[in-house]
């Protein structure tokens, strides 16, 4: 709404009162330190090699999600030039509202669900959600099925962030979990970052709508390569 407005000084005042307070919560945590043996000591510092930067065993889940944000950056950018293609331009400030509150919704259940069933109860339903929403919003006509899809990618890549960032740091040694944690935020923001630069050269050729096929397709081939890397094992 903000934006809309043209109001970019309020945009980026409220991103700092948010950043400040979110820096003082931070600071008002205790958090207990991990009790390092030398031999942990040394693996965490012997050197400048690519394991000193990266944890390997959380390489194959962090591409995972780096393919997931790859797809979804592209609603973060393009979602209100397809809306307005659409004539749902007055529905576009709504949908990150529907989407936050079905997150919040369904999210605590989710979690419940991974430490009770398992990651594949939780990751495999939410990949199909997540292709299920960008088809939706592909040929969405009208504004139930504009914030339909706006529910299925919440239930859909809302739960499969967080819930494969929770597979990863639970498959490391508790000495490297700050490094595994590193490591699958920098593929996820590396997607998050290039897929509005990958939608926006596809667009002038396929549409809004073809983008969103496409990335469709990319979350039903994601579900097929989180079983063969991860999920038949589990």
């Known amino acids: 709404a903000l934006v809309h407005g043209s109001r970019f000084i309020a945009v980026l005042a409220l991103n700092a009162v948010c950043s400040a307070l979110a820096f003082l919560a931070i600071a008002c945590m205790r958090v207990r330190g991990i009790e390092l043996s030398p031999e942990q000591k040394a693996e965490l510092f012997r ?3 690519l394991r000193d930067f990266f944890e390997p065993v959380a390489l194959s889940l962090s591409a995972l999600a780096m393919v997931a944000t790859l797809a979804f950056g592209s609603v973060n950018s393009f979602l209100s030039v397809h809306a307005e293609s659409l004539g749902l331009s007055s529905y576009a400030p709504w949908f990150f509202v529907i989407y936050a509150v079905a997150l919040m919704l369904t999210r605590p259940h989710a979690g419940k669900l991974l430490d009770r069933e398992g990651e594949n109860a939780v990751i495999g339903p939410a990949v199909v959600s997540m292709a299920l929403g ?3 919003l592909a040929f969405c006509a009208g504004g139930a099925a504009f914030f339909a899809s706006a529910c299925l990618l919440a239930v859909g890549f809302g739960n499969f962030f967080s819930n494969v960032q929770v597979v990863t740091v639970k498959a490391v040694e508790a000495h490297r979990v700050g490094l595994a944690t590193s ?13 509005p630069m990958a939608a926006g050269l596809l667009i002038p050729h396929v549409g809004c709508r073809g983008v969103y096929l496409v990335c469709a397709a990319v979350s039903a081939v994601l579900l097929a390569v989180y079983w063969v890397s991860h999920g038949r094992r589990v």
């Open 134 to 136: 960008f088809a939706v």
């Open 183 to 195: 490591t699958f935020y920098a593929l996820a923001d590396f997607g998050l970052g290039m897929g």
């Open 47 to 49: 050197g400048f090699k």
